[in-house]
């Protein structure tokens, strides 16, 4: 069965350094999302994107994230100067063709730790 | 306010008791809904989902879900759990119409006794 992947699994980073969380959503699906939860905490979402551009986003998605799809097969979320409080796992989700009506699959997650 | 309640945060069962974990939604309209569940160190996992039709919903792993309308509620139940259930699980929803993002409850932890 096909499945989100995302790399690293864990990322180590210096506050203020940039990071980016790299996933290979599900090759025929055309919705993106990014989730994050911070440890002991809930799933939170942060970004939707469709047709190359952001759909909807949280307000946990300030100026210093982003996301991009620089190919074919890669969606990426960068935090440009992150903070302590950017410490959390990181969801890559994707679903299909319809907008609602699909269930959304995630990966494993990347494991972000701000040092 | 829309939201998803989780009322426990933590459930002990023995292996072969039955389970039931409760999830109750707050929206105007019926929205999709679905559980997921998370072993440590893990993904999200579709256990099963609720669109339209049948209340009674089949998922994997022998879990199964009833949507109630008049409860706004839709409680995971399973006839006999196994010590590999043991993990979080999260009920989450997608208001429909809109950009299919989900939101979740604060997820139930799962421990099972042998």
């Known amino acids: 069965e096909p499945e989100v992947t995302q790399t690293p699994s864990h990322q180590v980073t210096q506050m203020g350094q940039e990071v980016i969380l790299r996933c290979v959503p599900i090759?025929?699906?055309?919705?993106f999302y990014w989730y994050r939860q911070i440890l002991g905490q809930k799933v939170e979402f942060l970004v939707s994107?469709?047709?190359?551009?952001?759909?909807?986003k949280s307000e946990i998605f300030d100026d210093q994230f982003s996301v991009e799809r620089p190919d074919g097969s890669n969606f990426t979320l960068k935090i440009r100067s992150t903070k302590l409080e950017d410490s959390a796992m990181y969801f890559c989700?994707?679903?299909?063709?319809?907008?609602?009506?699909?269930?959304?699959?995630f990966g494993d997650g990347t494991r972000l730790s701000i040092l | 306010a829309q939201s998803v309640t989780q009322p426990d945060i933590h459930i002990t069962v023995s292996e072969g008791a039955s389970l039931e974990l409760r999830c109750n939604y707050s929206?105007?309209?019926?929205?999709?809904l679905f559980w997921y569940v998370q072993s440590p160190g893990q993904g999200l996992q579709l256990l099963l989902k609720?669109?339209?039709?049948?209340?009674l919903v089949q998922g994997i792993k022998g879990f199964e879900a009833e949507f109630k309308r008049s409860q706004s509620s839709f409680n995971l139940r399973k006839p006999s759990v196994h010590w590999s259930d043991a993990a979080e699980y999260f009920c989450?929803?997608?208001?429909?119409?809109?950009?299919?993002?989900?939101?979740f409850g604060a997820g139930t932890r799962l421990a099972v006794h042998p």
């Open positions: 989700a994707s679903s299909g063709r319809d907008r609602g009506n699909q269930p959304q699959h």
């Open positions: 090759s025929n699906h055309l919705y």
């Open positions: 994107f469709y047709n190359n551009e952001i759909s909807e």
């Open positions: 929206y105007g309209a019926t929205p999709y």
């Open positions: 609720y669109f339209s039709g049948d209340t």
């Open positions: 989450a929803v997608v208001l429909s119409g809109g950009y299919n993002k989900l939101i």
